[in-house]
Nanobody, 120 residues
Framework: QVQLVESGGGLVQAGGSLRLSCAAS????????MGWYRQAPGKQRELVAA?????????RYADSVQGRFTISRDNAENTISLQMNSLKPEDTAVYYC????????????WGQGTQVTVSS
């Protein structure tokens, strides 16, 4: 049973923009928070941005994307989005949607990943 479905990856030139979306099942979306992670070849998976999905909005960004990326949520559609502007070649990675943070602060659910490639 697929819980998280990502869309919106692709190829873009440096300086361009892409928007990623992640649709969650209602039960997953309502748990606590969702986030976007990325993994580049040969590197560890890292947090890009996270947002609470219940109550007031609280957001966290990686330093490397602060000011360029914007995470948002749509409670009516059970989705989160990641607007990525001023993309750089080093943003190239597989981007994963994640949800339901457990007591250790790690997500319980992961999407299948979507490729983002930024050409120089």
């Amino acid at each position: 049973q697929v819980q998280l479905v990502e869309s919106g990856g692709g190829l873009v030139q440096a300086g361009g923009s892409l928007r990623l979306s992640c649709a969650a099942s209602a039960s997953i979306f309502r748990r606590n928070a969702m986030g976007w992670y990325r993994q580049a070849p040969g590197k560890q998976r890292e947090l890009v941005a996270a947002i609470t999905t219940t109550g007031s909005v609280s957001i966290r960004y990686a330093d490397s994307v602060q000011g360029r990326f914007t995470i948002s949520r749509d409670n009516a559609e059970n989705t989160i989005s990641l607007q990525m502007n001023s993309l750089k070649p080093e943003d190239t990675a597989v981007y994963y949607c994640a949800a339901d943070y457990g007591p250790r602060g790690t997500p319980e659910y992961w999407g299948q990943g979507t490729q983002v490639t930024v050409s120089s």
